[in-house]
């Protein structure tokens, strides 16, 4: 099966990691960015559009801009998402129907921002930002998750121990700032949902991962993409200090380099895992 849609993707994450930003730590606008319609974007979508810096959410392809009488500005550089297809297997059958099995094809697409476009006024705003408090809001998400772990607030390390279905993280008095207490406690949260009895996320499941193999990393990428998809919702600044950053994003530019599909999958089973603690779910990837 094709992976041009997960190189194309990957391609321009490694592009930002290469240019000493981490996208997934990059806190974005308090609005997820949206086609013409106010239908939001997921997953790895919302990392690709969000890192182009625009300040209008919303975005649209060549042909939408043109079937609405505009036009795309000269020079302009669309940007990659991705959708799945389903397409059915030639060679396998589904044993409970008999025919054949179908089997998700991620396909990508280029569209442009709103601002890169003349002649297509604004829709009427539909996403102005509420104010909340941030701080109320992380509370909100985690009184709200349903059927949590134990949580235990102590320690000097935060996180979360499958077997025992616990998140430990130390008390907020220890960390140097609020946002850094929620992102803390929002990634050892993303982890707990890949249990057994929530999404049984095999990078969390499979007990013999070690660390530094494969699906360890792979389960630290979701952990830390939720945690950005949960402090956006929360209105919480994601943006933590690390103490090797340049070591940090030299680890993740050799993975992606050696796994075109790390990132997007990642990124799928985050928007899960962020949408499980929220309780809400949608039912596309875009």
């Known amino acids: 099966m094709g992976t041009a849609a997960y190189d194309k993707v990957t391609e321009a994450i490694i592009q930002r990691l290469e240019a000493g930003v981490i996208p997934w730590h990059c806190p974005w606008s308090g ?9 939001e974007y997921h997953g790895i979508n919302v990392m ?9 959410p919303y975005w649209l392809t060549f042909k939408q801009c ?3 009488g505009g036009k795309v500005r000269k020079g302009a ?15 396998e059958v589904n044993q409970d129907t008999g025919e054949p099995k179908r089997i998700p094809f991620l396909r990508y697409h280029t569209v442009f ?3 890169q476009t003349e002649g297509i006024p604004a829709p009427e705003s539909d996403c102005k930002l509420i104010e909340t408090d941030p701080i109320e809001e992380a509370e909100r998400i985690v009184a709200g998750y349903p059927a949590p772990p134990t949580i235990y607030y102590r320690g000097g390390q935060a996180c979360y121990k499958p077997l025992a279905d616990i998140v430990e993280v130390p008390e907020r008095k220890h960390f140097e700032s609020m946002p850094a207490f929620y992102d803390t406690l929002f990634h050892e949260l993303v982890h707990s949902t890949g249990h057994a009895s929530r999404l049984a996320r095999k990078s969390l499941t499979d007990h013999s991962a070690r660390f530094g193999s494969d699906p360890y990393a792979r389960e630290e990428l979701v952990a830390e993409i939720g945690a950005a998809f949960l402090c956006h919702e929360a209105g919480i600044d994601h943006s933590p200090i690390l103490e090797n950053e340049a070591a940090y994003i030299a680890s993740w530019l050799r ?8 990132v997007v999958i990642a990124a799928s089973q985050a928007q899960k895992a962020a949408e499980h ?10």
């Not at 690709?48 to 209008?56: D, N, V």
């Open 77 to 91: 550089k669309g940007t990659p998402v991705v959708f799945w297809r389903w397409i059915e297997s030639k060679d």
């Open 255 to 262: 993975r992606l380099k050696n796994d075109s599909k790390l």
């Open 48 to 56: 690709l559009l969000a890192m182009q810096g625009y300040p209008s």
């Open 113 to 115: 921002n709103l601002e």
């Open 66 to 68: 043109e079937s609405l």
């Open 31 to 39: 609005v997820t960015p949206r086609n013409l319609s106010g239908r």
């Open 277 to 286: 603690i929220l309780n809400v779910h949608t039912t596309t990837e875009s």
